[in-house]
């Protein structure tokens, strides 16, 4: 099974999520060329685990349990745009900021480390805390997402308490992929 450990956004902050991205969306005739995300893929991935067996599952949700208990609720807050390559005439994601503390990157430092002892390997790039809006598979004009992202890069779309991570299971469909609750960890 297709698996990963996530934090799981509130409603209120999906909501503000889905109507940047149709403001998005009606900005360019070209956003034919690219798949936004849906509401029920919207999360913050803190370790992307691949094709496990059901004999992992047990030791993944020992591991994260573990961590969990290191942390206490924490806020999170929404802010800002941009999109991947930065600075690309051509950039293939788009996405949304996330700004807290400090606590998230040792959060995901601390996943990342009980995960390789797993023997899952370690995340060659630095952890960069945000959620993808939309992948650009095909683009000619792109001016008018660019501008309004521009137009967003400071605003605040929302805050919430992080109280817990979710253990993801991943069905790719032709329609995009469907997830599914394997287990969470509160924070104490």
């Not at 591991?63 to 293939?92: C, D, H, N, Q, W």
């Amino acid at each position: 099974m297709r698996t990963f450990i996530a934090i799981n956004l509130d409603q209120e902050i999906k909501r503000g999520i889905i109507q940047l991205i149709e403001e998005l969306k009606a900005r360019s005739a070209e956003s034919r060329g690219i798949r936004w995300v849906r509401p029920e893929g919207m999360h913050l991935t803190l370790k992307f685990l691949g094709e496990i067996g059901e004999d992992k599952v047990s030791r993944i949700e020992s591991a994260m349990r573990l961590v969990s208990e290191k942390y206490s609720p924490f806020s999170m807050k929404i802010k800002g745009t941009g999109y991947f390559p930065p600075k690309s005439k051509a950039p293939r994601v788009f996405w949304v900021g996330i700004e807290e503390e400090g606590i998230l990157e040792r959060l995901q430092f601390q996943v990342e480390e009980e995960m390789e002892r797993l023997g899952f390997p370690k995340e060659q790039r630095k952890f960069h805390p945000h959620l993808t809006l939309g992948r650009v598979k095909t683009s000619s004009n792109l001016r008018g997402i660019l501008d309004l992202l521009e137009k967003y890069k400071e605003k605040t779309l929302g805050e919430m308490e992080v109280k817990k991570m979710t253990f993801f299971r991943s069905v790719l469909k032709p329609t995009g992929a469907e997830y599914s609750v394997l287990s969470e960890f509160e924070f104490k």
